[in-house]
């Protein structure tokens, strides 16, 4: 590896996904943005909307990774407590940043400009703003650390603006032989080509639709030459097992 | 609160979820699963497939939650290292379990009982066999924790399989409130309410879809009582602020 891998872990805040009344659409979303970009996804944590615990999450992950993203809380109402959270994890408070109070002050009419939405303008000292196309209430960044909107359409738009300001490694990619064999069938051959590639990643994925089993081969590696040749000596050791290798994704798993 | 409260943790462990390759569908179904059954689901951890990772996750989610689940990593390949970390965060190891080992080789004509097959039979010492109806390879228990495979067919069977030997508290009900207003015009009085009752989980979920905007206002609490009271000073918050609530779930966030 000649570049430095760049890391990052991503904290989902909300009781509404530990109760199970909302899926998360951000967690894939965001692992192939940073996947793209070069940067690693490392670690991902969904937690309740409890301070303490989110100032204890964001403490350990934002010493341990290169970056940390962080989705939800940050709306106007009485559950809405992740920026105070990243203050405080900062050992600072929150302050009503001037141009996100203008931001909000152009978005509203006067009477809807209630003190709940002005409260979206309050960011930790220290933060700079990230622009949100879509509801205009602003994300933030504070050293490494991301805080944006957990509704999925503002989240990427958020992503999307933040993008120039991240610095990625380089970028880790994919070659994918997919076969009717089973997983048992090729493991052993498989763990001698994961040998042969010790910085390699090779997973093997089993799937089942409309009736057909089969397995998925991932290789990744920042190294285009030996996704090829590690793919050229899976698709032999599929043939020896007398199947046609498949290129690419018959199916993601289900 | 009369009945102790029960609680819960989920380890994801997969590169391919952290890669953003495969969509995590496990997480909501556990979430509403162990919500059903009065188990709050209070953390959830994705992380990679590494040992000292796995074992660092397992022993601290254990000790801090009635029980941990995880899921992926206990197939026959060489990236399946789940069974051997769960062994080494209890400070063992595995072997062959009988039983698991009958039931494989019930499985497979001869020449399909590859080594790598017949590796899934291998569970921690000490660990009970939870069964697999959809491709046989159990999962397993040790303690308060439960292994499942990652694919969401038999990560759920499995849970179902399981269902029996978990012990709940007072199941968590919930109450809806829809409304076209917008979280902003709602949150003072909103606050006002969530002041009223403490030990209430009052959220407020913002949506939007085709075109129209909106806020779900969820109480949850284990007393039906303060449910139906709180939902109807959220109804008079709403009409108060000239509109007619409505009831139930309008929309998903989205």
């Known amino acids: 590896m000649t570049v430095k891998e760049v890391t990052a872990a991503f904290v989902i805040i909300g009781n509404e996904i530990l109760s199970g009344r909302t899926k998360d659409a951000n967690l894939n979303y965001l692992a192939t943005f940073l996947n793209e970009r070069g940067i690693q996804l490392r670690e991902v944590r969904v937690i309740p909307d409890i301070t303490a615990?989110?100032?204890?999450?964001?403490?350990?992950?934002?010493?341990?990774?290169?970056?940390?993203?962080?989705?939800?809380?940050?709306?106007?109402?009485?559950d809405d407590i992740t920026s105070a959270s990243i203050a405080a994890a900062f050992?600072?408070?929150?302050?009503?940043?001037?141009?996100?109070?203008?931001?909000?002050?152009?978005?509203?009419?006067?009477?809807?400009?209630?003190?709940?939405?002005?409260?979206m303008a309050d960011v930790p000292r220290g933060a700079t703003l990230i622009d949100n196309p879509v509801s205009k209430a602003p994300g933030f960044r504070i050293e490494n650390v991301f805080t944006l909107a957990g509704v999925p359409k503002i989240f990427q738009a958020m992503l999307d603006e933040l993008a120039a300001d991240l610095v990625g490694g380089e970028p880790v990619k994919s070659v994918t032989v997919t076969t009717n064999l089973g997983e048992g069938v090729v493991a052993e051959g498989l763990e001698v080509i994961q040998n042969d590639?010790?910085?390699?990643?090779?997973?093997?994925?089993?799937?089942?639709?409309?009736?057909?089993?089969?397995?998925?081969?991932?290789?990744?590696?920042?190294?285009?030459?030996?996704?090829?040749?590690?793919?050229?000596?899976?698709?032999?050791?599929?043939?020896?097992?007398?199947?046609?290798?498949?290129e690419g994704e018959l199916s993601k798993d289900d």
């Open 197 to 246: 590639y010790p910085d390699m990643d090779i997973g093997s994925y089993p799937f089942f639709r409309s009736g057909v089993f089969g397995t998925s081969l991932v290789m990744r590696s920042t190294s285009e030459d030996d996704l090829e040749s590690a793919a050229e000596k899976v698709r032999g050791l599929i043939r020896s097992l007398g199947q046609e290798p498949l």
């Open 53 to 78: 615990t989110i100032v204890e999450t964001v403490n350990e992950l934002r010493a341990k990774f290169d970056y940390l993203f962080t989705s939800g809380g940050i709306g106007p109402t009485h």
């Open 91 to 119: 050992g600072t408070e929150v302050y009503r940043h001037p141009d996100a109070e203008k931001v909000l002050f152009d978005q509203y009419v006067p009477e809807d400009r209630t003190p709940a939405r002005m409260k």
